[in-house]
């Protein structure tokens, strides 16, 4: 089967750091991303991990252990524009030689001013 | 031009209406998607277009009707729906789906359906 774990909710304080998790089993392992969704907006994307280690982009980075199935993302000097759920995404393979992503269960964060 | 735009942006129907969603991106990308979110939830799967064939479709009520009429766009044509049916419907294209690297999906704003 295909699975993907995240914490529900987060809370945590402007200028603190945050580190949500994500916890995968999929059917095969093509990349895996981190979007960020407002309340009634588009997912956008913010990282991609497809091997092993750590990705910083900015006050943003994500880690990735493949041998785990686990990825989390990193959030340093938090905003108050960082409120929004955050999806950890597999692309895991679709059949036919397709892949699609599928989406974990998504993470609400709250930051507190 | 990363946009990707969806229209309506609000549709409210009856059970018994007929009505379309549409999605269009001109960005070249050959894979495009339909995802029904409901509230508090992350997207789920519907259908996955390839060079404009059908895909993947993830055992979506018949209801639901996918087409691709051309590489930049996507339609859903819904028919006789039930109240649960209501969501956000998101489209999302991505540049292929045997990729060869990152190939990030790019979201549109969504259709919010409301079916009475």
């Known amino acids: 089967g295909q699975n993907i774990d995240q914490p529900t909710e987060m809370t945590a304080t402007e200028g603190a750091i945050v580190q949500i998790n994500c916890t995968y089993q999929?059917?095969?392992?093509?990349?895996l991303f981190w979007y960020q969704q407002h309340a009634g907006e588009a997912p956008t994307f913010l990282s991609y991990?497809?091997?092993?280690g750590l990705e910083e982009k900015g006050r943003f980075s994500s880690f990735l252990s493949r041998s785990k199935g686990y990825s989390y993302l990193l959030l340093k000097e938090l905003q108050m524009k960082d409120s929004a759920s955050y999806l950890c995404?597999?692309?895991?393979?679709?059949?036919?030689?397709?892949?699609?992503?599928?989406f974990g269960t998504g993470t609400r964060l709250k930051v507190l001013a | 031009d990363t946009e990707v735009t969806q229209t309506p942006k609000h549709l409210v129907m009856g059970m018994t209406n007929k009505k379309s969603l549409k999605c269009e991106q001109h960005?070249?990308?050959?894979?495009m998607y339909w995802y029904k979110q409901k509230a508090k939830k992350p997207p789920e799967l519907m259908f996955v277009?390839?060079?404009?064939?059908?895909?993947i479709n993830e055992s979506v009520p018949s209801r639901f009707s996918p087409e691709c009429p051309n590489s930049s766009l996507l339609n859903l044509h819904l028919h006789a729906l039930q109240p649960e049916d209501s969501a956000l419907y998101l489209c999302?294209?991505?540049?292929?789906?045997?990729?060869?690297?990152?190939?990030?999906?790019?979201f549109g704003p969504g259709t919010r359906l409301t079916v009475l």
């Open positions: 995404a597999v692309r895991g393979f679709g059949g036919s030689g397709t892949y699609k992503y599928i």
């Open positions: 960005m070249g990308h050959r894979a």
């Open positions: 999302a294209s991505s540049q292929d789906i045997a990729p060869l690297g990152r190939d990030e999906q790019f």
């Open positions: 999929t059917s095969g392992f093509n990349g």
């Open positions: 277009y390839s060079y404009e064939k059908l895909s």
């Open positions: 991990n497809v091997l092993d």
